[in-house]
C-alpha cells in the first residue's frame, strides 16, 4: 500500500467522569491504515470502543470524552490538528457517516429535497433549485422509486429501508473518499439488509469510496470486507485480511467469536452442533483487568497474560494479534 | 406423535382505526389462516420479515389476542373455550421469554421475587420450599446462588436473560414462546443462552415457539422452520431441508439474503425487488406474486394451498402440475 488515505497512530481516547474520578479507557493505543477504495470491518461487541473510535475520526466525540494520545492523518493531513472550520469542511465532503437509526439522521419537519440537496448547499454553495435537481439524481442513484415524487415528501412517509437509502444518498453527495457506516442495518430486515449492502457495493464500485463499517456482525464482514480489525475492551485485539483470519485466527477471542455464531445448515436435533460459548462477562473499561483483558474469559491464558498486557504481534502476511500465544509460536488452533 | 400445541387455520384480523368523522371497514389481515403443530419437546421456529405474522401468532398462543377464526389446541382442547381451572392449568403450561430483558423485568422487584411470583400465585408451596425451588431454578440458569438478593439493574443483559428463562420455567411448562430472545445480547453472550436454551430442552423436554429474525439462529434451534409471508405460511418443514434446500421462491430470497458464516461460502443471491406489501391489501392470489422472480399467470388469480414436496410443505403454484404445466417443480 503507498500512502494510506487513513492512518491511526497510537489513538487513545478516554471519557472522564464530571469530577475526573472515573476515566474509561474506551479506545487504547489503536493503530490502523485504510487504502482508497479498501473495505474494512471494526468487529466488537458493546462497549469495546467501536463507536468511539468512528467518533473520533470524525471529532465528532462527546464532552467527556479526551483524545489523550496518538494521530489521525487523512489524505496526509492531521485531522486532530484542524480547526472547527477546517473540520466542518471535512464531514460530509470529505467524510461522510451513517448511523444505524436514519430516522435519527433525518429531519421530521424537513422534504427529502432539502435534506438530500443540504450537504450540496452547505459545501458545494449548490443553489437550492440545483441541489433539488442533484438530489434527484442522488435519490435515482440509490434506487428510490418515482425519485421526483419522493423530493417532496417527508421522512414519516418512507419506510426504514428507504430511509436508510435517503441517508445512504445525502452521504454520497459530496462524493466523500471515506463512508463510516455504524451499524447500518440492524434495524432492517433480512431482505432489505442484502439490497442495502448491495446498494454500498454498488456505490462504493462507482465513486472509489473507501468503507469502514462497525458492526457487531461478522457475517456483515464476511460478505462485504477486504480487512477486519477485532475490538475487545478499547483495543484492536486481531487485524488482517478477512479471509486469512476466518480461516486461521490467531486470538483467542477472535476464534471464539467465529465459532460462537449459529450457522444456517445447522438445525436441532440429533446431530445437532454445539456453539462455543464464551463465558463470562466483556470487563468494565473504568476497572480493565491486569494483563491482557480477555484473559479472565480466556480458555489459553497462561501467567504472563495476567500480568502483562501483549503488544501487537505480527502473525503473518498482514496479520496481527495481541496475544502472548503468538510470542510463544503457539497457534490456537492447534 | 400428538401435538402439544396445534394450530387450525388461525386467523387474526385487526380492524384499522377510521378517522375522525368516518369509520372504517379495513382489515389488517395479520395472520390468515395458519396450520401448524408444536410436539412435545420440540422447537417450532419461526422465520419472516416485519408485518409477516409471527408476533401476532405468538400472542394468539399466549392468549393475549383473540383469533377471529381457527382453533389453537394444547394437548387436545381448544384454548379459548376453557373454563377457568383449565384456563390457569394453560397459563402455567404456557411460558415466554421476550426480546428485551431490560423491559421484561420489574426493576423494583429482587430476583427471588421475580422468579418466585409465578410459584406463589399459582401453586400453594409454603415460602420455604419456593425459596428451595428458585435456588435450584438459579442453578439450572447458571446463576451464582447470591443471584436472588439483588436487583435486576445489578446485571448484565445476558444475566437477565438467563432470569426471565428461570421465571418462565419456574412452573415447569411444557411450552415456552421465545420471541427473539438473543437479538438484544452481545454476540459472545448469544452462543451462551442459545446453548442454555438448548440444554434446558434436552432436560426438560420443554417444546419451543421460537421467532427471530436472524436466520441462522432459527435454523439452528429448530427441529421445524416455519416460513412467514405476510400472514401466511408458505413453507413448513424440516429444519434442515429448509434450510439447505428451500423450495418456496420466497423462502430461497430470504435464505440467499441471509449473511454468510465465511467469506468463501458461495452466495447466489436471489434479489427481491420492492418491500413487503401492507398487510391491510394483500395481493390477491399468491401474496408473494408481485415480488416473485417466477410468477405464473395464476399466482395473481389464484391463493396456493400447501403442497406435499421432498418431505415439506410449500403454498406455491410451481410445484402444481395443473398449473405449472410440464414446468412443474418436482422434489
Known amino acids: 500500500m503507498g500512502e494510506p488515505l487513513l492512518e491511526l497512530r497510537h489513538l487513545a481516547v478516554h471519557y472522564v467522569s464530571a469530577r475526573g474520578s472515573r476515566v474509561v479507557r474506551a479506545v487504547d493505543d489503536v493503530s490502523l491504515r485504510l487504502g482508497a477504495g479498501e473495505t474494512l470491518g471494526v468487529v466488537g461487541e458493546s462497549g469495546s470502543g467501536k463507536t468511539t473510535l468512528a467518533l473520533s475520526i470524525l471529532r465528532l466525540l462527546p464532552p467527556a470524552a479526551r483524545v489523550v494520545g496518538g494521530a489521525v492523518t487523512f489524505e496526509g493531513a492531521d485531522l486532530l490538528a484542524k480547526s472547527d472550520a477546517e473540520m466542518r469542511a471535512v464531514r460530509g465532503k470529505r467524510i461522510a457517516m451513517i448511523l444505524q437509526d436514519p430516522m435519527a439522521s433525518l429531519n421530521p419537519l424537513l422534504t427529502i429535497g432539502d435534506q438530500v440537496g443540504e450537504p450540496l448547499r452547505v459545501h458545494e454553495n449548490a443553489s437550492r433549485r440545483s441541489a433539488w435537481s442533484r438530489a434527484g439524481d442522488l435519490l435515482r442513484a440509490v434506487r428510490i422509486p418515482a425519485p421526483a415524487a419522493r423530493l417532496y415528501e417527508y421522512p414519516h412517509q418512507m419506510s426504514g429501508g428507504m430511509r436508510q437509502r435517503i441517508v445512504g444518498a445525502m452521504a454520497i453527495s459530496c462524493r466523500p473518499r471515506l463512508l463510516i457506516a455504524d451499524e447500518p442495518t440492524t434495524s432492517l430486515d433480512v431482505t432489505i439488509q442484502s439490497q442495502y449492502l448491495t446498494l454500498l457495493r454498488e456505490l462504493q464500485v462507482a465513486h472509489g469510496l473507501a468503507l469502514i463499517f462497525i458492526t457487531h456482525n461478522l457475517g456483515i464482514v464476511a460478505r462485504m470486507c477486504d480487512r477486519i480489525a477485532v475490538m475487545y475492551a478499547g483495543r484492536i485485539v486481531e487485524a488482517g485480511a478477512v479471509r486469512t483470519i476466518f480461516n486461521a485466527p490467531a486470538h483467542p477471542y477472535t476464534r471464539a467469536l467465529l465459532e460462537s455464531i449459529p450457522r444456517i445448515q445447522d438445525g436441532a436435533g440429533p446431530g445437532a452442533r454445539r456453539l462455543t460459548a464464551i463465558e463470562g462477562q466483556p470487563p468494565d473499561l473504568a476497572d480493565p483487568p491486569a494483563g491482557c483483558a480477555f484473559h479472565p474469559r480466556c480458555a489459553h491464558a497462561m501467567a504472563r497474560c495476567r500480568a502483562e498486557s501483549p503488544p501487537v504481534l505480527p502473525v503473518g502476511e498482514g496479520q496481527a494479534a495481541r496475544c502472548w500465544l503468538v510470542a510463544e509460536g503457539t497457534p490456537t488452533s492447534a | ?331
Open chain 2, 1 to 331: 406423535m400428538t401435538a402439544l400445541l396445534e394450530a387450525v387455520d388461525v386467523v387474526k384480523h385487526f380492524p384499522v382505526r377510521g378517522s375522525l368523522w368516518r369509520s372504517s371497514r379495513r382489515l389488517v389481515r395479520a395472520v390468515d389462516g395458519v396450520t401448524f403443530a408444536i410436539p412435545p419437546g420440540q422447537t417450532l421456529g419461526v422465520v419472516g420479515e416485519s408485518g409477516c405474522g409471527k408476533s401476532t401468532t405468538a400472542k394468539l398462543i399466549l392468549r393475549l389476542e383473540t383469533p377471529t377464526a381457527g382453533a389453537l389446541r394444547f394437548e387436545g382442547q381448544d384454548i379459548q373455550s376453557l373454563d377457568p381451572a383449565g384456563l390457569r392449568r394453560y397459563r402455567s403450561s404456557v411460558q415466554a421469554v421476550f426480546q428485551d430483558p431490560y423491559a421484561s423485568l420489574n426493576p423494583r422487584m429482587r430476583v427471588r421475587a421475580i422468579i418466585g411470583e409465578p410459584l406463589a400465585t399459582n401453586t400453594p408451596l409454603p415460602a420455604r420450599e419456593i425459596r428451595k425451588r428458585v435456588l435450584a431454578l438459579l442453578e439450572l440458569v447458571g446463576l451464582p446462588e447470591r443471584a436472588h438478593d439483588l436487583f435486576p439493574h445489578e446485571f448484565s443483559g445476558g444475566q437477565r436473560q438467563r432470569i426471565a428463562i428461570a421465571r418462565a420455567l419456574a412452573l415447569e411448562p411444557k411450552l415456552v414462546v421465545l420471541d427473539e430472545p438473543v437479538s438484544a445480547l452481545d454476540v459472545s453472550i448469544r452462543a451462551q443462552v442459545l446453548n442454555l436454551l438448548a440444554d434446558l430442552q434436552r432436560r426438560l423436554g420443554v417444546a419451543y415457539f421460537f421467532i427471530a429474525h436472524d436466520l441462522a439462529a432459527v435454523a439452528h434451534m429448530s427441529h421445524v422452520v416455519a416460513v412467514m409471508y405476510l400472514g401466511k405460511i408458505v413453507e413448513i418443514g424440516d429444519a434442515r431441508a429448509i434450510a439447505t434446500d428451500p423450495k418456496h421462491p420466497y423462502t430461497r430470497a430470504l435464505f440467499s439474503a441471509a449473511l454468510p458464516s465465511h467469506p468463501d461460502e458461495a452466495r447466489q443471491e436471489i434479489p427481491l425487488t420492492g418491500e413487503v406489501p401492507s398487510p391491510i391489501d394483500p395481493p390477491a392470489g399468491c401474496r408473494f406474486h408481485p415480488r416473485c422472480p417466477e410468477a405464473l399467470p395464476a399466482c395473481a388469480a389464484q391463493v396456493p394451498e400447501l403442497l406435499t414436496v421432498a418431505g415439506r410443505h410449500v403454498a406455491c403454484h410451481l410445484y402444481d402440475a395443473s398449473l405449472a404445466g410440464p414446468a412443474a417443480r418436482h422434489a
